[in-house]
């Protein structure tokens, strides 16, 4: 069995303990490089991405792989990258939150998943997120994009004000601001001047990638 | 625990349709045209007016004979390689109606009349679903001879799937063509009989009637217990009363009556206890077999079915809409779900609409799925420590974890199969997903499905010898004229309608 198969294997069991232990072995062993490793599990992880696509697995399926691999590249994978000095190579870095006086987390996290499936590196806030906490973690990582979700009538017009936040500071152009959530519509994110609108997790990685291959 | 089945008697009142059922059946009787049938009740007890043709069933006679039905019995398909079993507990789904034409949207008026195409297409359909069990000669092939229908029909079952089928026991020669031809196929009349491959319908003509071509053909199904549906057609305030209960009382006394029948021809042989009795719309005189009424009838034949304990057949999917609208929609799931929660064993008429009268390949699929959901509502609620999930409940709601959700927790990955009916063509996603797979509705989708299915469906590879064989039979039935059906069968009545709606006629009665 290739390690590629391997890791696949503890991924679908969501075999956390399992995936550590083994990756950690590996580099103890130097077997495999952290960064062959990471490039491995992005190929499990887009085989995931692909039968979800596909209706072949569902969601919990989907979102349970991605923990048990996040799990992994935060304690073991990431470390030993920087203890090897290489460089970490992504698709973009996204800093994800539900927007002020909004405790609805699913739809955030289910983007997050998505965009972590997709190679991805996600920086997800939380919840009732400040503009200043997304704009500051922004800042910190150096991330390309701001994701800014919202589920109520009432919280929307929060996505707004980070962006004026990002304005009044000067960095508006420095990132592309993306927004979403059951209310929301293309109209709103036109009006508030964001970047793009997604309508649902799948579709904001499409809009994602697009803002990326645009910048 | 499982849904509770719905009931619309009470024991009293079951108590009370049986008593007047068999006060019917033994003071009036069944009019029964052919004189064979009629020699042989009354040698076993029946009472007979060779004038009027009216035989008489006694209770005891009723009784007893009532005694040797089976409760279940298992069906299987050409090479035996599917099957399932019908009981008095469990509930499989199936086609069934007498569409003559068939949905194409291409076509003005929206239908066509269906062909032999057809036929073949609902046949591969059927054995692609998972939860539709068996295909019946419901989607008629109007190029093909009438008299040679039912030949050619097996010949594309056997070659296109695996379940079982289903002919109409109209007339002996036909159905004993039925019996040789399946002897052929499944290497004898012994397997034939000890592992049954068709389904007959049997329909009495209410009121109170069984017309000669379908005591002959009844006489040889059962002779090869083949299980046979009795469903007589009972229409209330036309060939019933209007009143529920009146009808339910008549179409008891004629399945019953038959029942007996069958049994005296041959004990044991398998039988459903059926019905596909509906209301007559009062405005037009036409049947409505989309009314809420008749799947009150159908609970309670189911009612009564389990009183005798004899797996019942009921319509559900029915509709009387000539389109495939909201109407078509709502009718077919209400017609389901009522005969499945009134606990009918064999339920029928997937992919049918206008009262059976057309068929939609569309439809079939979707049914397919419709039945997926009602199977889950009838697997109700399970309730234990596992299901209850006290641990993953306290797991989630105190979790430090930032947006910590069920989603992820092997609780539910383990139960969301199980607990979640997962529907494939219904549309759940959001509206711009929705749109970038094309904006596509239901019929649109399910028309995706049936390409899909038909293009991947491989054909059974027939043993030459067999397929020779049953070429060479079928020439011999190509050879015979309408003439040498009519002797056959001895046609005493004055016509018959056939689905088509050829009429045979006959003056010399």
């Not at chain 1, 304690?75 to 909004?102: F, N």
């Not at chain 2, 029909?153 to 026991?169: A, D, E, S």
Request: charged share 25%; net charge negative.
């Amino acid at each position: 069995m290739s390690i590629r198969e391997k890791i696949q294997e503890f991924v679908v069991e969501w075999d956390e303990e399992g995936l550590k232990n083994y990756c950690q072995r590996l580099l103890k062993n130097k077997e495999a490089k952290a960064s062959e490793l990471l490039k491995d599990i992005g190929a499990v992880m887009k085989f995931i991405g692909d039968q979800f696509e596909k209706e072949e697995i569902f969601l919990p399926e989907l979102i349970g792989s991605a923990e048990v691999v996040k799990a992994t590249i935060d304690d073991i994978l990431d470390p030993a990258i920087r203890a090897a000095g290489e460089k970490k190579k992504s698709m973009g870095k996204v800093v994800i939150g539900t927007v002020e006086s909004d405790v609805h987390s699913i739809g955030k996290d289910l983007v997050g998943s998505f965009l972590f499936s997709n190679g991805f590196e996600v920086y997800n806030l939380g919840v009732e997120v400040t503009a200043d906490q997304f704009i500051s973690k922004a800042e910190e990582v150096g991330a390309d994009v701001i994701g800014l979700s919202s589920l109520l009538t009432m919280s929307m017009d929060f996505q707004k004000q980070v962006i004026e936040e990002l304005k009044k500071r000067g960095l508006r152009e420095k990132y592309k601001v993306i927004v979403g959530g059951a209310p929301t519509t293309e109209e709103w994110a036109d009006q508030i001047g964001a970047d793009a609108w997604a309508d649902d997790s799948i579709e904001a990685v499409h809009k994602i990638k697009e803002l990326l291959n645009k910048k | 625990m499982k849904l509770k089945k719905l009931e619309v008697f009470s024991k009293d009142e079951l108590e009370v349709i049986h008593s007047a059922s068999i006060t019917l059946l033994s003071e009036v009787g069944i009019k029964i045209d052919a004189q064979d049938t009629r020699d042989l009740l009354k040698a076993n007890g029946a009472r007979v007016d060779d004038n009027t043709y009216f035989v008489k069933f006694p209770e005891s006679m009723v009784m007893e004979n009532l005694k040797t039905v089976p409760d279940s019995f298992r069906l299987h398909g050409p090479d035996g390689s599917f099957s399932f079993e019908v009981n008095t507990s469990t509930t499989q789904f199936a086609t069934i109606g007498t569409p003559v034409k068939i949905y194409d949207p291409k076509k003005e008026k929206g239908v066509r009349k269906s062909v032999m195409n057809d036929t073949i297409e609902q046949i591969k359909i059927v054995d692609s679903l998972e939860n539709i069990v068996c295909s019946h000669v419901d989607v008629w092939p109007n190029d093909i001879s009438y008299i040679t229908i039912h030949a050619e029909c097996i010949y594309q079952w056997v070659k296109n799937t695996k379940k079982p089928y289903g002919l109409g026991c109209l007339g002996r020669l036909a159905s004993q063509d039925m019996m040789n031809m399946a002897s052929i196929i499944v290497g004898g009349e012994e397997e034939l009989i000890k592992r049954p491959r068709f389904i007959g319908f049997m329909n009495p003509t209410s009121p109170l009637h069984l017309p000669i071509l379908m005591t002959n053909g009844f006489a040889i199904f059962t002779k090869y217990k083949q299980p046979t549906i009795i469903a007589p057609e009972a229409i209330a305030g036309s060939s019933a009363p209007v009143t529920l209960a009146g009808l339910l009382v008549q179409t008891n006394a004629e399945i019953i009556g038959s029942a007996v029948l069958s049994q005296i021809l041959n004990p044991g042989a398998p039988i459903f206890f059926g019905t596909v009795s509906h209301v007559t719309d009062m405005r037009s005189g036409n049947s409505a077999m989309g009314s809420v009424e008749m799947g009150l009838i159908t609970a309670g034949i189911a009612q009564l079915a389990r009183f005798y304990n004899i797996p019942s057949r009921g319509p559900g999917a029915g509709t009387d809409s000539k389109v495939l609208d909201l109407q078509n929609g709502y009718e077919r799931l209400q017609t389901l779900m009522l005969a499945a929660q009134a606990g009918i064993n064999y339920i029928t008429c997937a992919g049918t609409y206008e009262a059976t009268l057309v068929e939609a390949l569309e439809l079939l699929v979707i049914d397919d799925d419709l039945v997926g959901m009602v199977k889950r509502t009838m697997d109700g609620i399970s309730v234990d420590e596992d299901t209850i999930g006290l641990d993953v409940i306290k797991r989630v709601a105190t979790s430090q974890k930032k947006g910590v959700n069920f989603l992820a927790e092997s609780h539910t990955r383990k139960y969301m199969k199980s607990e979640l009916y997962i529907p494939r063509l219904s549309d759940r996603s959001r509206r711009s997903t929705w749109q970038k797979k094309g904006s596509k509705d239901i019929i649109e989708r399910a028309r995706e499905k049936v390409n899909e299915i038909l293009k991947l469906h491989q054909p059974n590879k027939l043993d030459n010898i067999m397929e020779d064989q049953l070429l060479k039979y079928m020439k011999e039935v190509q050879s015979r004229t309408f003439d040498d059906y009519k002797k056959a069968e001895g046609l005493m009545v004055d016509g018959i309608t056939l689905p088509d709606g050829i009429e045979i006629r006959n003056n010399q009665k």
